[in-house]
């Protein structure tokens, strides 16, 4: 209930009035969206906490000009692999077997699976794949900082290219994928603020098959 209670609370700020977030909370966000599950536990993603302020003014530009992207306390953005490879997919299995401290036939079998599946598939059929599996986190991210009672704003309205030339992502191997404005609500400056949430009502959003 207390969850429910702080999603209820939270909405897509429209404006932040620059108060700063703790480091303490902002961490516990970051451990959320890290604990994301994602396909095959490959965590094809990373996560950028832009604080520097020249750096977010140069982002505003190309994400419509939208006051959150500066007037925020950090900006996350996450960026998706721009494919699957061999090395990223061993990395990650390699990392498993290395916490767990045991190899498993059947996870190393898995693993040649995905080995021979992914590396050969459309760079961009892989990173739409990959961009999903950040989102999940992003939504994880998003509850969060709702139970942090730190604002929370998506945004997919920014030309991504862009911002991958600002952050240099593609000599990483990685693409913006959706960004994530936190910070606190500046109530007096915010049309949104005041509204009530809107939502489907359940009997039109879940259908349950018995």
């Given at each position: 209930m207390e969850l429910l209670n702080k999603l209820k609370w939270r909405y897509a700020a429209k404006a932040?009035?620059?108060?700063?977030?703790?480091?303490?909370?902002?961490?516990?966000?970051?451990?959320?969206?890290?604990?994301?599950?994602?396909?095959?536990?490959l965590q094809p993603f990373e996560i950028f906490v832009i604080k520097?302020?020249?750096?977010k003014e140069k982002?505003?530009?190309?994400?419509?000009?939208?006051?959150?992207?500066?007037?925020?306390?950090?900006?996350?953005?996450?960026?998706a692999w721009d494919t699957y490879t061999e090395d990223r997919i061993n990395h990650m299995f390699d990392l498993t077997n290395e916490i767990r401290g045991f190899k498993n036939e059947g996870w190393e079998n898995y693993r040649q699976m995905l080995l021979s599946t992914y590396p050969?598939?459309?760079?961009?059929?892989?990173?739409?794949?990959?961009?999903?599996?950040?989102?999940?986190?992003?939504?994880?991210?998003?509850?969060?900082a709702a139970y942090e009672q730190v604002d929370?704003?998506?945004?997919?309205?920014?030309?991504?290219?862009?911002?991958?030339?600002?952050?240099?992502?593609?000599?990483?191997g990685?693409?913006?994928?959706?960004?994530?404005?936190?910070?606190?609500?500046?109530e007096d400056e915010d049309w949104l603020v005041n509204l009530v949430k809107?939502?489907?009502?359940?009997?039109?959003?879940?259908t349950v098959i018995e």
């Amino acid at each position: 209930m207390e969850l429910l209670n702080k999603l209820k609370w939270r909405y897509a700020a429209k404006a932040m009035n620059g108060k700063k977030v703790s480091e303490e909370k902002v961490t516990r966000i970051l451990e959320a969206a890290r604990l994301a599950p994602t396909s095959s536990g490959l965590q094809p993603f990373e996560i950028f906490v832009i604080k520097n302020q020249e750096i977010k003014e140069k982002i505003r530009p190309i994400a419509w000009n939208q006051s959150v992207i500066t007037d925020c306390s950090h900006l996350l953005v996450f960026a998706a692999w721009d494919t699957y490879t061999e090395d990223r997919i061993n990395h990650m299995f390699d990392l498993t077997n290395e916490i767990r401290g045991f190899k498993n036939e059947g996870w190393e079998n898995y693993r040649q699976m995905l080995l021979s599946t992914y590396p050969q598939k459309d760079a961009e059929d892989n990173f739409n794949h990959a961009a999903k599996q950040a989102y999940i986190a992003f939504s994880q991210a998003i509850t969060a900082a709702a139970y942090e009672q730190v604002d929370a704003t998506p945004i997919e309205g920014f030309d991504p290219d862009a911002v991958d030339e600002i952050l240099n992502l593609r000599e990483k191997g990685l693409r913006s994928a959706v960004l994530l404005p936190l910070g606190y609500r500046a109530e007096d400056e915010d049309w949104l603020v005041n509204l009530v949430k809107v939502r489907k009502p359940m009997d039109e959003l879940v259908t349950v098959i018995e």
